[in-house]
């Protein structure tokens, strides 16, 4: 019996990777059609009209007279996009965009499967296909932006970090040479195994998003807080010698960018739209206004970023680093001054997070003198997760737009308090992903020791 099920294993792990292909075409098709590719098709044509010879900021919309709003070097990386068909431009945004998103869940949901005795590969499809149906993915692989694309290349920077603290902690009880310095006599293919294995790309990823997008700029101020030097100024350079390349090859446009276009608030449209779910949008909705109030947006927005830095490095120091990303992806997206809805995309490992964190309440409380209060916090953890997940999904930023009274205001906002709740209050998990090295054997770390678990509930 156990052979015939060994036996028949492989055919099942088949049926069902067919089926999840078949239900991401099928989602696919029904996201482009719904949101008709509008972002993408702006860039686009931008582009298209840079490349005849106009500047590229100068194009507006025969519509929406809206502009666009990329840097310089993803005006670059949009150049392909604007040599073929709008459809197959949006497909192929769309498939490396699911691409990202499935490597990224890869590095995220499988170290929670395996550390409660699962199999990766059922979780990681599974939290594929919850994350589909979220708002976040649901608009920026409908309206063909690149969010996916970034946050894979910022999560690509965490396991970059997790791999070299790892290294480095081999290096103190292994024996022999140290893994961060490969010979020099072996060839290409050992060197690059060697760079892989040791993480020694972290800060690029960060440093591409940065380029490609304004607001992943925050990760590098995370990492000199928590005096990540290497990392930060790997991002830094990344940044650098991208902008001095589009300077090179563009330099009016360069320039317009961030003599101009860079400190437009409404650089996007206007700020009080119901898209908007940052603190400036709230505001400005609030104020009933077209603009935010600039000293008080620019208050909160100052709180909120100290607040999401000191939890973020508390995360840090307790060895959570997917947390500490976490909270920096979600203060960077409320704090801006437009952050649609398809920007969202930390939202995804906060649920995770939230999830692992009331199954770790539930493990505890099998253990004796655990009580009743931690089965109470791994109750709230999980319907935190819950009701999260359910605001992404059903999306009532939409439903309320332009409702009045407190309904409105709550609904209308739903996805900008959420964001600011987790800010203040998403757990970490002690110990679960450190980006410093660990001597497994006497629990020590080269320059500091882990804190003991505590309840993350406060900076």
């Not at 006599?185 to 020694?200: N, Y």
Request: aromatic residues 8%; charged residues 15%; positive net charge.
């Amino acid at each position: 019996m156990i052979e015939r099920a060994r036996a028949h294993r492989p055919a099942a792990e088949s049926v069902v990777v067919l089926l999840a292909a078949a239900g991401t075409l099928v989602a696919l098709i029904t996201f482009l059609h719904r949101y008709g590719l509008a972002d993408l098709r702006l860039d686009r044509d931008a582009v298209r009209s840079w490349l005849a010879g106009n500047a590229l900021y100068d194009y507006r919309s025969p519509t929406s007279q809206l502009g666009t709003a990329v840097p310089p070097p993803a005006g670059y990386l949009l150049v392909p996009a604007a040599l073929v068909p709008l459809a197959v431009a949006g497909w192929a945004l769309a498939l490396t965009g699911v691409a990202a998103l499935l490597l990224a869940l890869i590095a995220l949901v499988g170290p929670v499967a395996r550390r409660y005795g699962r199999r990766r590969w059922p979780a990681v499809l599974v939290a594929a296909a919850l994350a589909l149906t979220v708002e976040p993915v649901r608009a920026t692989l409908g309206l063909g932006d690149l969010d996916l694309v970034l946050f894979g290349l910022i999560t690509a920077d965490v396991v970059a970090l997790r791999r070299r603290a790892w290294a480095r902690s081999r290096a103190t009880w292994w024996p022999g040479r140290p893994a961060s310095v490969p010979p020099r006599d072996r060839p290409l293919v050992h060197l690059l195994r060697q760079g892989w294995a040791t993480g020694a790309w972290a800060g690029v990823g960060i440093g591409l998003a940065t380029a490609l997008a304004v607001s992943p700029g925050v990760f590098i101020v995370y990492l000199a807080v928590t005096r990540q030097w290497r990392t930060a100024c790997t991002a830094l350079g990344t940044v650098l010698t991208l902008t001095t390349g589009a300077l090179l090859l563009a330099p009016q446009q360069t320039a317009a960018w961030f003599g101009d276009v860079l400190w437009r608030l409404d650089r996007t449209g206007d700020i009080d739209r119901a898209g908007n779910q940052s603190l400036a949008g709230v505001l400005a909705r609030l104020y009933d206004s077209a603009t935010t109030p600039v000293l008080l947006w620019w208050s909160f927005a100052l709180l909120l970023l100290a607040v999401g830095l000191i939890r973020a490095r508390a995360a840090h120091a307790d060895g959570d680093e997917i947390a500490a990303f976490t909270l920096v992806g979600l203060t960077g997206a409320v704090i801006g001054p437009i952050t649609e809805t398809n920007e969202l995309v930390w939202v995804l490992p906060a649920v995770l997070i939230l999830v692992d964190a009331a199954a770790r309440q539930r493990v505890l409380s099998r253990r004796p003198l655990s009580g009743r209060a931690g089965r109470f916090l791994g109750g709230g953890w999980a319907a935190a997760a819950l009701l999260t997940y359910l605001t992404f999904l059903v999306a009532p930023v939409w439903t309320f737009a332009g409702a009045g009274g407190v309904v409105g205001v709550l609904g209308g906002d739903a996805y900008a308090i959420a964001l600011i709740l987790l800010v203040n209050a998403l757990p970490w998990r002690p110990g679960v992903a450190p980006a410093f090295p660990i001597n497994r054997w006497i629990k020590q770390t080269r320059q500091r020791m882990i804190p003991p678990a505590r309840r993350p509930t406060g900076s």
